[in-house]
């Protein structure tokens, strides 16, 4: 049995709704709701959070980049390398000769390849720590902006 406007029982009437109404916005009006922010002001933040994330982003890639072309060169080098090492043992004909230029050969090539690991690893630390503090730097920035936003500053 539904409940039918203006019959007993029915919760609204004109004079009872208009009431409830009243206490509705006297209930809301006082409650301490924080200001909405400037939506403009907001997208701004969150666009100059994007551009830092894509800066940094960018910077990983042109670090990957710059790794890449140097480990191509490092491979190059020691093809070069390896090549001129084979002609060098094959024209030494005496075995205690050969034992030296092999000794000699293969303390060259582990300082080399230590030398080009750090240089590596540095390339690959550089290319983070710029990409971090990019990121780091718009962090600090975004909270300062969205406390201002917020009128807590």
Same mark, same amino acid.
């Given at each position: 049995?539904? #409940?039918?406007?203006?019959?007993? +029982?029915?919760?609204?009437? $004109?004079?009872?709704?208009?009431?409830?109404?009243?206490?509705?916005?006297?209930?809301? +009006?006082?409650?301490?709701?924080?200001?909405?922010?400037?939506?403009?002001?907001?997208?701004? !933040?969150?666009?100059?959070?994007?551009?830092?994330?894509? =800066?940094?982003?960018? #910077?990983?890639?042109?670090?990957?980049?710059? !790794?890449?072309?140097?480990?191509?060169?490092?491979?190059?080098?020691?093809?070069?390398?390896? $090549?001129?090492?084979?002609?060098?043992? $094959?024209?030494?004909?005496?075995?205690?000769?050969?034992?030296? =230029?092999?000794?000699?050969?293969?303390?060259?090539?582990?300082?080399?390849?230590? @030398?080009?690991?750090?240089?590596?690893?540095?390339? #690959?630390?550089? =290319?983070?720590?710029?990409?971090?503090?990019?990121?780091?730097?718009?962090? !600090?920035?975004?909270?300062?902006?969205?406390? @201002?936003?917020?009128?807590?500053?």
């Amino acid at each position: 049995m539904a #409940i039918e406007p203006g019959k007993p +029982g029915f919760p609204f009437t $004109s004079g009872n709704a208009q009431q409830a109404m009243e206490e509705w916005t006297k209930m809301f +009006g006082a409650m301490k709701l924080p200001a909405a922010p400037n939506m403009e002001a907001l997208l701004a !933040v969150q666009k100059r959070n994007m551009d830092a994330l894509s =800066a940094a982003n960018r #910077i990983a890639l042109e670090g990957a980049q710059t !790794v890449a072309k140097r480990h191509m060169e490092i491979m190059q080098q020691t093809m070069a390398e390896l $090549s001129e090492t084979m002609r060098a043992l $094959s024209s030494t004909d005496a075995p205690g000769e050969k034992a030296a =230029a092999q000794a000699d050969l293969m303390k060259k090539a582990y300082e080399r390849a230590v @030398a080009n690991t750090k240089e590596m690893s540095d390339l #690959i630390q550089r =290319a983070n720590d710029e990409a971090i503090g990019q990121l780091n730097q718009r962090f !600090v920035e975004a909270v300062d902006e969205m406390k @201002a936003l917020m009128g807590k500053e």
